[in-house]
């Protein structure tokens, strides 16, 4: 991949569209989850209006906060901004293209959940503790998961960047349907499992129900709000945008593996942009249904769910080395 | 007149320590204890212990001038009253295990100032910190504490909740509660019984209806006032509606706190049409000012009856469907078995009372036990479940709100005609007094009253049932998970304000 101006603009356009899309999706699944209910709903871009008042508020720390408690909300503010500038939503040569890799990609992700849950304890309020201790136990059970995940898909295109692995499922999608020979059986299983073991690691890693309850004002059954609790004003701006863009980072991924379908010239932007958004409001549609109808799960039952997770990508990955 | 009946002695404290192990094991248990200052009447304080039991309540008076044997340590449901009395009146219940002060804050309040002793002048001691209140202490490596509340993150009203943890399950929790004491029984020496209606419907505004109805058996019953048939059917249809709308709020929030809001919404929406239905009868959605002294203030008309039938309709199609959802879905049940148990045991040590009891086992239920208005005549029985957890408890009011619509839907339709108030004249005799009980949503309601000279509340005292269940929370947590504390807390919804007076 040869640099170039128009990768460049096309890319930094790509990212803003994703991140300025990023709190419509989120207030899309509420809505949804609202309308399901029978309930009027809040308004499609209540998130952004509520991201504006935070801006505009003051910030209260703890009297036991360091400095952590200060750098902690932009790290993982920034930390997501960079997964969506590797990530090819929609456009196949995204910004950070060439040092996407799946590996950076899956711990860049554990670095900002290092940064939310050092602020929780910096608070020195019981709740951070609590809900730190919470965060790394759904993380160090999803973690095994999302590597495999990555791994497996690393395996089966033989590429290292999130980038080039989709562009080869792409390319071989493309190929089977025009030379019609079909696919094989391994081709199809092997997305279908990563694509249900990265939803349910999604679930748990965006703090949806039945792992987590994002609606809720119960202090005591919360694993990520119990993070934010003392979090207010901008630092709150930054933690619930944050959690926007993780959520769009993990959708964006899901769209990929779902219908891998990325432009590689300008003139294919359109249709592809609005495949991207199709995918994206399926999936959002898909969580807000899973979120309908279950009730939260006890949350020494989540191991199970997360095992299931964990099973289905270790399946996926063994295929993938068979592939050999 | 049905009046309550009452087995009244007169017992000398140390011998009432002695018997109190006998009148245990002979299943009676502590509907509550109630002291008052009747210095100008014998120059002595009065410590009231009342015991329920199959054959009506049993009364048991000391006489005391300072102080009188604890009995905690045999009935430890006497444990929350002894300090209570401790603290409003500076009786000393000897041989108490735990004397910290309950209701008056050391922080802000001098100790040596007794409010519910006569001579007590009415000035609120200086604002300044007096002393501290010692909780207790877990020790050990790897425990810590979690401290919930006085003020919550949502509309809640305050109590103090100390958990101590090693990790998620919880080792002890204490409960602090009383942050909002209002002096209800204070405020209503010297009123009259009218005046006073008006603000004991107030205590625990949902369950207004219930709570009045507690404390017109009692007034009326001095007053020697016999209402009519009529009004006795009203104020059951009433009291039933009040009941129905809180079981259905209740089992909503089960819901809600196990983050199922689909069903739930659907019975906030019926909970809306219940509320609509009191606002449509009484002027009020919840039913205040419905009852008066000798009566009732509004008549059931057809039109009125037929609101009622329509409602009632639809109460029974979105019950059943949540029924449906409780009993079929393994998830939800998953979350309800077997968590938050309260023993039977704990049950009966405690006192327990309405709900939370027959969860447990007990089949308590004033309705049935000691019948007021035409209970009695219903030949209810109480239902009862033995899981004692939340998933029973869920249940049991999924059963009662089927219960209460049948009671409503047969007095509805042979409704007596008649006046639905009696004028009265009627003065009470000086220094009597009337128990009165009813059953609320949450279980008993218990009053007692004595009439001063003049024909004005000499001493009120209400006992709610939250007070004597909020003790068990501490007990229900252990054995779960920090997590689940909410639902836990929400299966027993009990009220801050009726526990804080």
Known sequence: MNFNGQHLIIGVVQFFIVVILAPFFAGFIHKLKQRARGQKGINIFQFYINFNKLLKKEIVLSKDATFISNIAPYIVFVTYLIILLMLPAFYRYSLLGMSSDVILIAYSLALATFFMTLYAMDQGSAFGGLGAAREWFLTVLSEPSLIFIFISLAIYTKQGRITDIFYFIQKGAENAFLTGSGSSAVSVAIPFLLFISLFIVSISENARIPIDNPETHLELTMFHEANILEASGKHLGLYEYGSYLKLTVFLTVMSLILFPYMAVNIYQIPIAFIIYVLKMIILCALIAGVETVNPKMRVFRVPNILSVSFILSLIAMILSIRRF | ?501
């Not at chain 2, 509606?241 to 019975?267: H, K, S």
């Not at chain 2, 309705?367 to 899981?387: C, S, T, V």
């Open chain 2, 1 to 501: 007149m049905n009046k309550i009946m009452i087995d009244k002695h007169d017992i000398e404290s140390d011998d009432f320590a002695n018997s109190a192990e006998n009148l245990k094991t002979s299943g009676k248990y502590l509907l509550g204890i109630v002291a008052a200052d009747e210095r100008v009447l014998n120059s002595k304080f009065s410590v009231r212990y009342f015991f329920g039991g199959t054959e009506g309540i049993e009364e048991y008076c000391v006489k005391t001038d300072e102080s009188f044997r604890s009995i905690s340590k045999i009935c430890p449901a006497a444990k929350m009253y002894e300090r209570e009395i401790y603290d409003l009146f500076g009786l000393l219940p000897e041989g108490h295990p735990d004397l910290r002060p309950l209701m008056l804050y050391p922080e802000n309040w001098d100790s040596s100032v007794h409010p519910l002793r006569k001579d007590y002048n009415g000035v609120i001691p200086e604002m300044k910190k007096y002393g501290g209140y010692k909780f207790k202490e877990v020790l050990g490596e790897g425990i810590f504490n979690v401290l919930v509340g006085p003020v919550h993150a949502g509309i809640i009203e305050p109590g103090h909740f100390r958990f101590s943890l090693a990790g998620e399950p919880v080792l002890q929790l204490e409960i602090r509660h009383f942050w909002k004491h209002r002096g209800i029984e204070k405020v209503c020496e010297g009123k009259d019984f009218k005046e006073t209606l008006d603000i004991i419907s107030k205590i625990s505004g949902d369950n207004g209806v219930n709570i009045a109805i507690s404390y017109l058996e009692a007034a009326e019953s001095i007053l020697n006032i016999e209402i009519t048939e009529r009004a006795k059917y009203i104020r059951v249809i009433l009291a039933e509606l009040e009941r129905m709308w809180n079981y259905v709020r209740d089992v909503a929030w089960i819901f809600m706190d196990i983050g199922f809001a689909l069903p739930a919404q659907n019975l906030f929406g019926l909970q809306e049409e219940l509320m609509r239905l009191n606002k449509n009868l009484s002027g009020h959605r919840f039913l205040f000012n419905s009852l008066t002294v000798g009566g009732v203030n509004l008549d059931l008309d057809s039109a009125k009856l037929k609101a009622i039938e329509e409602t009632l309709k639809k109460v029974e199609n979105i019950i059943k469907d949540s029924e449906e959802f409780i009993l079929s879905s393994s998830s939800v049940l998953d979350r309800l078995e077997f968590t938050g148990k309260i023993n039977k045991k704990t049950a009966e040590e405690l006192s327990l009372c309405g709900i939370s009891a027959r969860a447990s086992e007990l089949p308590r239920d004033t309705r049935a036990e000691f019948p007021y208005l035409i209970y009695g005549r219903l030949n209810l029985k109480p239902y009862i479940l033995d899981g004692g957890d939340v998933f029973a408890r869920t249940a049991l009011r999924i059963k009662e709100i089927y219960l209460s619509k049948k009671i409503i839907s047969d007095l509805s339709s042979n409704l007596p005609e008649g006046n639905i108030a009696v004028s009265f004249e009627s003065k009470p005799e000086a220094y009597n007094y009337a128990v009165g009980n009813s059953e609320t949503s949450r279980g008993n309601a218990f009053f007692y009253i004595m009439a001063d000279d003049k024909g004005k509340i000499f001493r009120l005292k209400y006992i709610d049932p939250s007070f004597r269940i909020w003790p068990s929370i501490q007990y229900g947590v252990l054995g779960n998970i920090i997590a689940d504390f909410p639902l836990i807390n929400k299966s027993l919804n009990l009220s801050y304000a009726g526990n804080d007076m």
